[in-house]
């Protein structure tokens, strides 16, 4: 017989009278009846418990005729011996009827029942699966927040900041294109925003064609009062009632590509010459100098102007190629633009006409050997400045110049140790932004050059601290004599930054910042700031 027939058999002992009644093997078949309480408690419908008496009680009632068990027989032997009779097979067979209806009832409610479950969760995975519902990802820290809807992926993230600065000017004589505070004389206070505004920024991205394409919207708005001016949201404010902040929608491209042939952008981003300089600035998550630190705008100038030029966010069809080998070469035009008087009083040229875009192209190295990590780089800008204005070019001159600039830099981490080194030349380039004062007066170009270079070190995994100093430097143009005009620019930063929480960053710095003229002016100032800046 099989296992289950046995189980049949040792479930069948029934107490009867006072004694044990044994059913014989024979006796003890599987019938349908069993065969449905089987089923049943294979779907649940019984416990083990009633599955059990049910089958016992089955077994008991249609037993065949029985004989009492040996130590049951000798210990009970005047007790006489139960015989079915006919009448107790119809007994029996009366009693089963409803019973068995009953169990083959319960059996099709349970499959049933079963059925309906497998269709509702195949209708509950098919709604899971459908493109219409929208999941998210597992968060990561600093990442944002990522939504499934479909085959389209939507990515929020951003950062908020502000700080409390003091500015102290140690004196001097404003420098012309200085970005010294000194020479103005009185302290300042202020709450403001460092060197990043806030940012909240969306990113879509999807597969179409075996195409991957992207979208960018990043809108930087700031804390304090806007008045816009020639560098819009980025001007110095104005700290009077009833403003209201500027926002700077620096961010709307697109991209589209493969991982085997590349990407292309087309829209408004960061630039490639001195992106890799502002983005790797310890005073990105601080302030740094604080340029107009009575009426601020929407940013500092962290170490614009005293170490690197700004990258700035500019129009652009760009090319990434594929990272082979850690290599990475990325190449475009971009929105080419004037040659700009910062300085004033009539001291540099002007431009407004542009018969060809600028070109901009970097080169980057990711590696890791060990505990060494880092990334080297090298860029280049070239953009051709036509029909430019100045004090000393006459009117029908019709002069233009060709700006160029190269760069190179390189950033190292060591176990809990960080460096940076970063240095820039430029003819025509100018000096803080991109073709701020390039060009002299008389049409000629002015050179320059500066670096900077930048240590930190991780205490703990929330502590780190932060030194750094740099330089820019503008020369004169041939024929030039400009004794007002700045020379130098140069500061030193020390900050401590903590991690409070995965999002929150406090931050406590230091900064000088010193304008030297061709001359004898010369400005210094000193700031001291504390606030926070929270990433999500």
Same mark, same amino acid.
């Given at each position: 017989?099989?296992?289950?027939?046995?189980?049949?058999?040792?479930?069948?002992?029934?107490?009867?009278?006072?004694?044990?009644?044994?059913?014989?093997?024979?006796?003890?078949?599987?019938?349908?009846?069993?065969?449905?309480?089987?089923?049943?408690?294979?779907?649940?419908?019984?416990?083990?418990?009633?599955?059990?008496?049910?089958?016992?009680?089955?077994?008991?009632?249609?037993? *065949?005729?029985? #004989?009492? !068990?040996?130590?049951? /027989? $000798? &210990?009970?032997?005047?007790?006489?011996?139960?015989? %079915?009779? =006919?009448?107790?097979?119809?007994? *029996?067979?009366? #009693?089963? !009827?409803?019973?068995? /209806? $009953? &169990?083959?009832?319960?059996?099709?409610?349970?499959? %049933?029942? =079963?059925?309906?479950?497998?269709? *509702?969760?195949?209708?509950?995975?098919?709604?899971?699966?459908?493109?219409?519902?929208?999941?998210?990802?597992?968060?990561?820290?600093?990442?944002?927040?990522?939504?499934?809807?479909?085959?389209?992926?939507?990515?929020?993230?951003?950062?908020?900041?502000?700080?409390?600065?003091?500015?102290?000017?140690?004196?001097?004589?404003?420098?012309?294109?200085?970005?010294?505070?000194?020479?103005?004389?009185?302290?300042?206070?202020?709450?403001?925003?460092?060197?990043?505004?806030?940012?909240?920024?969306?990113?879509?991205?999807?597969?179409?064609?075996?195409?991957?394409?992207?979208?960018?919207?990043?809108?930087?708005?700031?804390?304090?009062?806007?008045?816009?001016?020639?560098?819009?949201?980025?001007?110095?404010?104005?700290?009077?009632?009833?403003?209201?902040?500027?926002?700077?929608?620096?961010?709307?491209?697109?991209?589209?590509?493969?991982?085997?042939?590349?990407?292309?952008?087309?829209?408004?981003?960061?630039?490639?010459?001195?992106?890799?300089?502002?983005?790797?600035?310890?005073?990105?998550?601080?302030?740094?100098?604080?340029?107009?630190?009575?009426?601020?705008?929407?940013?500092?100038?962290?170490?614009?102007?005293?170490?690197?030029?700004?990258?700035?966010?500019?129009?652009?069809?760009?090319?990434?190629?594929?990272?082979?080998?850690?290599?990475?070469?990325?190449?475009?035009?971009?929105?080419?633009?004037?040659?700009?008087?910062?300085?004033?009083?009539?001291?540099?040229?002007?431009?407004?006409?542009?018969?060809?875009?600028?070109?901009?192209?970097?080169?980057?190295?990711?590696?890791?050997?060990?505990?060494?990590?880092?990334?080297?780089?090298?860029?280049?800008?070239?953009?051709?400045?036509?029909?430019?204005?100045?004090?000393?070019?006459?009117?029908?001159?019709?002069?233009?110049?060709?700006?160029?600039?190269?760069?190179?830099?390189?950033?190292?981490?060591?176990?809990?140790?960080?460096?940076?080194?970063?240095?820039?030349?430029?003819?025509?380039?100018?000096?803080?932004?991109?073709?701020?004062?390039?060009?002299?007066?008389?049409?000629?170009?002015?050179?320059?050059?500066?670096?900077?270079?930048?240590?930190?070190?991780?205490?703990?995994?929330?502590?780190?601290?932060?030194?750094?100093?740099?330089?820019?430097?503008?020369?004169?143009?041939?024929?030039?004599?400009?004794?007002?005009?700045?020379?130098?620019?140069?500061?030193?930063?020390?900050?401590?930054?903590?991690?409070?929480?995965?999002?929150?960053?406090?931050?406590?710095?230091?900064?000088?910042?010193?304008?030297?003229?061709?001359?004898?002016?010369?400005?210094?100032?000193?700031?001291?700031?504390?606030?926070?800046?929270?990433?999500?």
């Amino acid at each position: 017989m099989s296992p289950r027939h046995w189980a049949l058999v040792g479930l069948a002992a029934v107490m009867t009278g006072g004694g044990v009644t044994v059913l014989c093997p024979a006796d003890a078949r599987a019938d349908d009846y069993s065969d449905l309480l089987d089923i049943l408690r294979a779907k649940g419908a019984l416990t083990q418990g009633e599955y059990s008496t049910l089958l016992v009680r089955h077994l008991h009632r249609t037993a *065949a005729p029985v #004989r009492p !068990a040996r130590h049951a /027989a $000798a &210990a009970h032997h005047d007790r006489p011996v139960p015989v %079915a009779t =006919a009448d107790d097979a119809g007994d *029996a067979g009366g #009693r089963m !009827a409803p019973m068995v /209806a $009953a &169990a083959r009832q319960a059996a099709d409610s349970a499959a %049933a029942s =079963a059925r309906s479950a497998q269709e *509702a969760m195949l209708a509950a995975q098919s709604e899971i699966d459908s493109p219409s519902v929208v999941r998210i990802a597992n968060y990561v820290p600093g990442k944002g927040l990522t939504f499934h809807a479909g085959p389209v992926d939507i990515n929020f993230s951003g950062f908020i900041n502000g700080f409390y600065s003091y500015n102290s000017p140690s004196g001097g004589r404003p420098v012309a294109g200085g970005l010294s505070t000194g020479g103005s004389g009185f302290d300042s206070s202020s709450v403001r925003n460092g060197l990043l505004p806030a940012g909240f920024i969306v990113k879509l991205t999807t597969t179409q064609s075996g195409i991957d394409l992207g979208a960018v919207l990043g809108m930087y708005p700031g804390i304090d009062n806007a008045n816009p001016g020639a560098f819009n949201a980025n001007s110095g404010g104005s700290p009077v009632g009833l403003g209201t902040p500027g926002i700077d929608l620096r961010q709307v491209y697109i991209t589209a590509g493969t991982k085997s042939a590349g990407t292309v952008k087309i829209g408004r981003d960061l630039a490639l010459f001195g992106s890799d300089a502002i983005l790797d600035d310890a005073t990105l998550l601080s302030v740094g100098s604080v340029g107009s630190n009575a009426s601020p705008g929407n940013t500092s100038l962290g170490r614009i102007g005293v170490g690197y030029v700004y990258a700035d966010w500019i129009p652009q069809i760009s090319y990434a190629s594929p990272v082979i080998h850690g290599v990475q070469g990325s190449v475009g035009i971009f929105q080419p633009l004037d040659e700009y008087n910062y300085a004033g009083d009539n001291l540099s040229a002007s431009s407004i006409q542009h018969s060809s875009p600028m070109v901009q192209g970097k080169v980057t190295y990711d590696f890791k050997s060990g505990d060494l990590s880092g990334r080297i780089w090298a860029g280049f800008l070239v953009q051709h400045q036509q029909d430019l204005t100045g004090a000393n070019i006459p009117t029908d001159a019709r002069r233009g110049a060709m700006a160029e600039a190269g760069e190179i830099g390189a950033k190292l981490t060591y176990g809990r140790a960080q460096g940076v080194a970063y240095y820039y030349r430029g003819s025509g380039l100018g000096t803080t932004g991109l073709f701020f004062d390039g060009v002299a007066a008389n049409g000629r170009k002015r050179d320059s050059e500066g670096y900077y270079v930048q240590g930190s070190y991780a205490f703990t995994k929330h502590f780190k601290l932060v030194g750094s100093y740099g330089v820019s430097n503008l020369y004169q143009a041939p024929g030039e004599d400009s004794s007002l005009l700045v020379r130098r620019n140069e500061s030193e930063v020390g900050a401590g930054y903590y991690t409070l929480t995965d999002w929150l960053t406090l931050v406590a710095e230091y900064a000088h910042t010193q304008a030297d003229a061709h001359g004898p002016d010369s400005a210094r100032d000193n700031t001291v700031s504390a606030g926070a800046i929270l990433f999500f």
